[in-house]
């Protein structure tokens, strides 16, 4: 009879076959990777490994994962070296990876681009964060090794240079493990136990290798952070590192960086003699002026003869007061010959206007009389009003043996209809 099996030993058995495998013990396999993620907290790196043809899952523990140079991304194309075996859970065949190395570039170089890009999301290289160097130092802190030849390069071009200022020489390693922490620990040394006005850190050239340490995150965060403006003289003309970016000013090379820090004492000193000249001009022109002032003052008829300008002063405000009394007097004439002459035409303008209101008053009067109820009453006619004092109008108001009221100019009458005649009837 045919064995059944369960989905739990066919799996078994799939795993066993692939892990007794020789040719799936260790495999290598590139591809780019794809849905890349790392679980915060776990350290472990999930990911799928593709080409045009086909997909694998990957999945890269921790232990294996912290040794990596880099962070593997999304897009990026690896050759990835571990085993084939079968997660039973999932129920699919996983790619265990020990290694992952970028395809066509190293791992140093890869993770050196992802330092870069993290730390300039951060600011830490923006322009507008640079400082200009001061123009006349007078302390200047180097950090570098102590036997090497680029403190002798710095010291030189300052003793030719500008033999004033102080430099003050901070041992430290330049390359090797230990090399970022000593060259941090001089930043710091600069900013707080021995402040200096400058601080230039560097070394001579070399390999990738041996400049790395200039790359390590903190010694570019404590450059970065240095309040101290620094200068970074690194390697030769064509190398670049994150100090680089980090610092204030970037110097192909020590010497060079000691060019751009120590001031020309021979300009310094032509500078001095020109702003010299350019006083010595000016005040030469300032003190030529004056004394044309005094010998303008010294030539002027006040100082000679301070009296005679307060006597053409006293003629002027005896002129002056002269001419004010007479243009008042004038003034005044004026305005009295203009109030006489309103006045008059004043006058004839009331009497005109109380002559024309004494017109108009009398036409009223005239019309009012012709209206006044009495008047006319006093002419022989008589008013009729009802017993409540309601003017009757017409006769058909009226009616046999009705009272009324018969109003005369000197008094009234009461009175009872007889009888009451229309014109043309009889009621």
């Given amino acids: 009879m045919e064995h059944i099996y369960t989905v739990a030993e066919l799996t078994g058995f799939i795993k066993s076959y692939l892990e007794a495998s020789p040719q799936l013990k260790s495999v290598s396999v590139k591809g780019e990777i794809s849905n890349c993620s790392a679980p915060s907290g776990k350290g472990h790196i999930f990911f799928t490994l593709k080409d045009e043809g086909a997909t694998i899952r990957g999945v890269m523990f921790k232990s294996r994962a912290e040794r990596l140079a880099f ?10 070296t571990g085993r084939i075996s079968v997660y039973p859970q999932g129920g ?15 791992a140093l170089f890869v993770a050196l681009e992802q330092l870069k890009r ?62 970022a922490a000593s060259l941090a620990a001089g930043v710091r040394y600069f900013n707080s136990v021995l402040p200096v006005d400058v601080i230039i850190i560097g070394r001579g050239g070399g390999s990738v290798e041996e400049l790395w340490e200039f790359n390590n995150e903190q010694l570019v965060r404590t450059v970065a952070a240095s309040v101290v403006p620094v200068v970074s003289a690194v390697g030769h003309e064509t190398d670049f590192t994150l100090c680089d970016f980090a610092a204030d000013l970037r110097a192909p ?13 021979a300009d310094i000193i032509r500078r001095f003699d020109n702003a010299e000249n350019r006083m010595r001009t000016l005040l030469t022109a300032k003190i030529e002026g004056e004394r044309r002032a005094l010998a303008s003052l010294k030539a002027s008829s006040v100082l000679r003869s301070p009296t005679a300008g307060f006597d053409d002063r ?11 009394t007479t243009a008042v007097k004038h003034k005044t004439a004026l305005l009295k010959q203009s109030a006489e002459s309103l006045g008059a035409r004043l006058g004839q303008g009331a009497a005109s206007s109380l002559k024309q209101v004494s017109y108009r008053v009398d036409s ?29 109008t017409s006769i058909a108001s009226l009616k046999a043996g009705d009272g009324f009221v018969l109003k005369m100019a000197d008094g009234k009458a009461d009175a009872t209809v007889g009888k009451v005649e229309l014109y043309g009837d009889e009621l």
């Fill in 118 to 179: 993290r730390l300039a999301a951060e600011g830490l290289f923006a322009p507008e964060r640079k400082r200009r160097l001061p123009k006349i130092p007078r302390r200047v802190g180097v950090i570098t090794s102590a036997t090497g030849a680029a403190v002798r390069d710095v010291i030189n071009v300052a003793g030719r240079r500008f033999p004033l200022c102080e430099v003050v020489v901070y041992p430290s390693l330049v390359q090797g493990e230990g090399a």
């Fill in 253 to 265: 090379t020590p010497s060079a960086a000691a060019e751009l820090v120590f001031p020309d004492r």
């Fill in 92 to 106: 699919q065949y996983l790619l265990y990876a020990d290694s992952l190395v970028p395809e066509g570039e190293g």
């Fill in 364 to 392: 009223l009067s005239q019309r009012l009389a012709l209206l006044d109820p009495m008047a006319v009453l006093s002419r022989g006619y008589a008013a009729v009003t009802d017993s409540k004092g309601n003017t009757l």
């Fill in 314 to 324: 006293r003629l002027r405000l005896a002129d002056l007061e002269g001419w004010l």
């Fill in 71 to 80: 962070a593997p991304e999304s897009g990026m194309k690896v050759l990835c």
